[in-house]
C-alpha cells in the first residue's frame, strides 16, 4: 500500500527566471496553472531564495536544510526508512560475493570443474548483471523506480532457486544468468531512487546505504559458508545459494510500502503526488516547496515542454552516447571513470578468490580460510558504516582520495607478501599475518572510498531526465569490468603469479587516484539540480570544490 493515495494528477508547464538582484519569479504561465497548494507567498519567496551577499552564498542551501544553518542537522525517518528498504536490495550482490567465495570449493569437489569453468561460474553473474544495467534505466522510467526495484528482487530470487536445486554445472550457469539479470537491475536503482528521495543534506549518507547493504551480505555469505561448511559436499553449497531467495522475499514485500520516487513523478506530470513525498522527507514545509518547486524547474528545462504521464525516457540514449553536450560529457566520463575504477581495482576478485589467495599463502584448512573471511567481512562492513556517517560531513573527494592511497598501499604490501611467501618452502607466520592485515586494509580503504562513493557519484550528478539511463550506462561499466577482472583473476594469476596481480591492481589505483583528483568535483550539499552546474564550462572558483 503507498504512503498516499487520492490525489490527483496535475501538469503544467513552467520554469522559473530571476532577475538581476537574484529573486526567482514565476513566469506567467506558472503562476496561472500552479496549484494553490504549492504557491509560494512573495514574502515565503523571498525568504527562502534571497542572497547572503556577505558570505557569496545562497541561503537557499540553508532553507534546503529545513533549518538555520547553525541547527544540527538529523536523519528524515521517512526518507530513511525509504533508503533502507531500497538498498535491502543490494543484499542479494552482498551475500552472492560472500557466499560463492566458501561455496566455490565444494562445488568444484562436487561437479568435478576446472580452474576455467570456476573463473566463468563466478564471473558470469557480474557479465550478466550488465544486461539488467543497461535494461533498468528505461525500465525504471517507464514503470517507476519502485516496481524496477521488485522487479530486480524477483528476478534474484528465481535465480536463487535455480541455483539451489542445480544438479549439474549448465543448471547452476544458468541460474547464475538470471540472479546476475536481477542483480544490474538492483544495483542501479537502489542508489537513484535513494538519491531522489533524500535532502541534500543527509543524501552522502543515505545514497550509500546500498554499498553498507552489500558488506552486510556478504558478511551474511561468509557466516553461511561457516556455519554449513560441515555439511556434505552434494548439499552444503546449494543450501549456501539458495538461501538468499529469502532476502529476495522480503524485498519484494519492503517495496510494497514504499513511495515512489518525487523526481520520477515530477517528470510523470503527478505534481500532486511528488508534494506529498516531499512534505513527508523534508523538515519544513518551506524546504518542500522550494524542493518541488526546484524539481519542476529541472524537469521543464530537461523535456522542453510541460511534465507529461507519457514520458519514458525518450531521447536520453541519443542526448547521452550521440549528441551529448559539453557538460552532459564531462559528466559521463565522471561517472563512467569511477565506476571502471571501482572495479579495475579487483576488489570483487579479491572478495570471490580469498580462500584461494590465503590457500597460496600456506592457510589449508577450509573451515580456518572461510574463517578468515569473516574476519575480513567485518572490517569491510564496519568501515563502510564510519564513510557513511561521515560522507556528508568530510565530503565525497576527500574519502574517495583516502580510500584509493589507502588501497594503493594495501594492495602493494599484499603483493609484497605473496611474492614472499612464494618464494618459501616453510610460511613464516609473520607473512602470513602481513597478507591477512593487507587483504583486511584493502578491503577497509575500499569500503572508506569507492565502495560507497562509486554508488553515491554516479546516482547524484546526471541531471533529472538522464539520471536513470545515464546511470545504468555507468554501472553498466561497472558490471562489465567486475566480470572480466573475476573471469580473469585466477588465469592471470598463475601467470604472473598472486604477487604480481596484486602490484599490478596497485598501479591501477594510482592512475584511478590521479583521474578523480582531476575529473571529480565536490557535490556535498548539493541539491541535485544544482550539481549540474559543477561541470559547466564557466565556474565561479568557489563552487568548484575541486579540492578537498
Known amino acids: 500500500?503507498?504512503?498516499?493515495?487520492?490525489?490527483?494528477?496535475?501538469?503544467?508547464?513552467?520554469?522559473?527566471?530571476?532577475?538581476?538582484?537574484?529573486?526567482?519569479?514565476?513566469?506567467?504561465?506558472?503562476?496561472?496553472?500552479?496549484?494553490?497548494?504549492?504557491?509560494?507567498?512573495?514574502?515565503?519567496?523571498?525568504?527562502?531564495?534571497?542572497?547572503?551577499?556577505?558570505?557569496?552564498?545562497?541561503?537557499?542551501?540553508?532553507?534546503?536544510?529545513g533549518a538555520p544553518a547553525q541547527r544540527k542537522t538529523h536523519i528524515n525517518k521517512y526518507a530513511f526508512a525509504g533508503a533502507v528498504l531500497a538498498s535491502t536490495n543490494s543484499v542479494l550482490l552482498g551475500y552472492d560475493i560472500g557466499v560463492m567465495s566458501g561455496a566455490v570449493l565444494y562445488i568444484r569437489d562436487d561437479l568435478h570443474i576446472t580452474s576455467t569453468q570456476v573463473e566463468i561460474l563466478v564471473g558470469c553473474l557480474n557479465v550478466c548483471s550488465l544486461i539488467g544495467s543497461l535494461a533498468s534505466g528505461r525500465t525504471s522510467d517507464y514503470i517507476g523506480r519502485r516496481y524496477t526495484i521488485v522487479l530486480a528482487a524477483a528476478t534474484f530470487f528465481i535465480g536463487a532457486i535455480l541455483m539451489g536445486l542445480a544438479p549439474s554445472f549448465t543448471f547452476l550457469m544458468a541460474g547464475r544468468v538470471v540472479a546476475g539479470i536481477g542483480v544490474g537491475y538492483s544495483l542501479m536503482i537502489a542508489p537513484v531512487y535513494t538519491a531522489e528521495l533524500s535532502p541534500a543534506i543527509t543524501r552522502g549518507f543515505l545514497s550509500s546505504l546500498p554499498e553498507v547493504f552489500i558488506n552486510v551480505g556478504a558478511l551474511l555469505g561468509y557466516v553461511s559458508n561457516y556455519a554449513l561448511s560441515g555439511l556434505p559436499n552434494d548439499k552444503n553449497w546449494r543450501l549456501m545459494l539458495g538461501l538468499a531467495a529469502f532476502p529476495a522475499i522480503i524485498v519484494a514485500l519492503g517495496v510494497m510500502v514504499?513511495?515512489?520516487?518525487?523526481?520520477?513523478?515530477?517528470?510523470?506530470?503527478?505534481?500532486?503526488?511528488?508534494?506529498?513525498?516531499?512534505?513527508?522527507?523534508?523538515?519544513?514545509?518551506?524546504?518542500?516547496?522550494?524542493?518541488?518547486?526546484?524539481?519542476?524547474?529541472?524537469?521543464?528545462?530537461?523535456?522542453?515542454?510541460?511534465?507529461?504521464?507519457?514520458?519514458?525516457?525518450?531521447?536520453?540514449?541519443?542526448?547521452?552516447?550521440?549528441?551529448?553536450?559539453?557538460?552532459?560529457?564531462?559528466?559521463?566520463?565522471?561517472?563512467?571513470?569511477?565506476?571502471?575504477?571501482?572495479?579495475?581495482?579487483?576488489?570483487?576478485?579479491?572478495?570471490?578468490?580469498?580462500?584461494?589467495?590465503?590457500?597460496?599463502?600456506?592457510?589449508?584448512?577450509?573451515?580456518?580460510?572461510?574463517?578468515?573471511?569473516?574476519?575480513?567481512?567485518?572490517?569491510?562492513?564496519?568501515?563502510?558504516?564510519?564513510?557513511?556517517?561521515?560522507?556528508?560531513?568530510?565530503?565525497?573527494?576527500?574519502?574517495?582520495?583516502?580510500?584509493?592511497?589507502?588501497?594503493?598501499?594495501?594492495?602493494?604490501?599484499?603483493?609484497?607478501?605473496?611474492?614472499?611467501?612464494?618464494?618459501?618452502?616453510?610460511?613464516?607466520?609473520?607473512?602470513?599475518?602481513?597478507?591477512?592485515?593487507?587483504?583486511?586494509?584493502?578491503?577497509?580503504?575500499?569500503?572508506?572510498?569507492?565502495?560507497?562513493?562509486?554508488?553515491?557519484?554516479?546516482?547524484?550528478?546526471?541531471?533529472?531526465?538522464?539520471?536513470a539511463q545515464g546511470t545504468s550506462l555507468a554501472i553498466s561499466v561497472n558490471r562489465l569490468v567486475s566480470g572480466i577482472v573475476a573471469m580473469t583473476f585466477l588465469s592471470i594469476s598463475r601467470l604472473i603469479s598472486f604477487g604480481g596481480m596484486f602490484f599490478a591492481l596497485s598501479g591501477i589505483l594510482v592512475v584511478g587516484t590521479i583521474f578523480f583528483y582531476f575529473f571529480l568535483p565536490e557535490t556535498k550539499g548539493k541539491t541535485l539540480e544544482e550539481i549540474g552546474s559543477l561541470f559547466e564550462d564557466k565556474i565561479p572558483e568557489n563552487e568548484r570544490h575541486f579540492v578537498s
Open 258 to 467: 514504499m513511495p515512489e520516487s518525487p523526481r520520477w513523478l515530477v517528470m510523470k506530470g503527478r505534481f500532486g503526488d511528488a508534494k506529498k513525498v516531499l512534505a513527508r522527507t523534508s523538515e519544513s514545509e518551506e524546504e518542500a516547496e522550494l524542493r518541488l518547486t526546484e524539481m519542476i524547474k529541472a524537469a521543464k528545462d530537461l523535456t522542453h515542454g510541460a511534465a507529461s504521464s507519457n514520458w519514458r525516457g525518450q531521447g536520453a540514449w541519443r542526448e547521452l552516447l550521440f549528441e551529448p553536450s559539453r557538460p552532459i560529457r564531462r559528466i559521463l566520463i565522471s561517472a563512467i571513470g569511477v565506476n571502471f575504477f571501482m572495479q579495475a581495482s579487483g576488489n570483487d576478485a579479491v572478495m570471490y578468490y580469498t580462500p584461494a589467495v590465503f590457500k597460496d599463502a600456506g592457510i589449508q584448512s577450509r573451515q580456518q580460510l572461510v574463517g578468515v573471511t569473516i574476519i575480513m567481512g567485518i572490517a569491510k562492513t564496519f568501515f563502510v558504516l564510519v564513510s557513511a556517517l561521515f560522507l556528508d560531513r568530510f565530503g565525497r573527494r576527500p574519502l574517495l582520495l583516502l580510500g584509493t592511497t589507502g588501497m594503493a598501499v594495501a594492495l602493494a604490501a599484499l603483493g609484497l607478501g605473496s611474492k614472499y611467501l612464494q618464494q618459501c618452502d616453510i610460511k613464516p607466520l609473520w607473512a602470513i599475518a602481513l597478507c591477512i592485515v593487507a587483504v583486511c586494509a584493502d578491503v577497509s580503504f575500499f569500503s572508506i572510498g569507492l565502495g560507497p562513493i562509486t554508488w553515491v557519484y554516479s546516482s547524484e550528478i546526471f541531471p533529472m531526465r538522464l539520471r
Open 1 to 65: 500500500m503507498h504512503f498516499w493515495s487520492g490525489l490527483p494528477v496535475m501538469q503544467f508547464s513552467s520554469t522559473l527566471e530571476s532577475d538581476k538582484h537574484g529573486n526567482y519569479h514565476p513566469l506567467p504561465d506558472f503562476a496561472s496553472s500552479l496549484p494553490s497548494e504549492i504557491d509560494l507567498k512573495p514574502e515565503r519567496r523571498n525568504r527562502v531564495w534571497h542572497k547572503d551577499a556577505a558570505e557569496g552564498e545562497s541561503l537557499k542551501h540553508k532553507a534546503a536544510l
